[in-house]
């Protein structure tokens, strides 16, 4: 009984931790995000809606999406630190 209440209190504590680094509170300006993606996909549409009808710009978030042309060029931009996230297959890890 001890073990689980110590490690519920833990989970908490680490979720609790968590949040609070995750958290932007300096009210300053937009965080860009440059998105890259393998091709225009109706995969990716729940990301068009949220871009169009402003749920990033709530956020404080400025996202640039590029369109690289296949999963080994939006590999090749994570890695090179051109783009922040690359949404692709998982063709690229093979």
Sequence with gaps: MK???F???FAAAMLCLVCVAGC???GGGKTKIRLSEVTH???YAP???ADNLGYFEEENLDVSFTNAGGAD???TAVASGSADIGLMGPEAVI
């Design 3 to 5: 073990k689980r209440f």
């Design 7 to 9: 490690a519920a209190l």
């Design 24 to 26: 932007d509170c300096s």
């Design 41 to 43: 996909s109706i995969f």
């Design 47 to 49: 990301m068009y809606l």
């Design 73 to 75: 060029k939006v590999m």
